[in-house]
């Protein structure tokens, strides 16, 4: 198994145990050395979270629409307000 670094580098297995080695050693390999831990950010600004109740049967469908469209729910709800915002934007 291998896994593709962010300027697409590929590192096997055995050379990942070498660098967590290193790290473990105190002996950080040469190059990034800024550890960023969770998920990358999908935006510069922070997100706050916004919420709203509705029916069980218009979130399946909220879902399934978004499943379709290979979107999270999140994803897919960013997707129509910042369509309806940018409308508003132009008028």
Avoid: C, H
Wanted: hydrophobic content about 40%; glycine content about 6%.
């Amino acid at each position: 198994m291998s896994v593709v670094t962010k300027n697409g580098t590929v590192l096997t297995d055995e050379q990942l145990e070498r660098i967590a080695e290193q790290f473990e050693d105190g002996e950080w390999p040469e190059g990034e050395t800024r550890i960023v831990r969770g998920r990358p950010q999908l935006f510069e600004e922070a997100l706050k979270s916004v919420t709203y109740k509705d029916t069980a049967s218009e979130i399946a469908a909220m879902d399934a629409r978004a499943a379709s469209l290979g979107l999270s729910r999140s994803e897919y709800l960013r997707a129509l307000v910042r369509r309806d915002l940018a409308k508003i934007a132009k008028a």
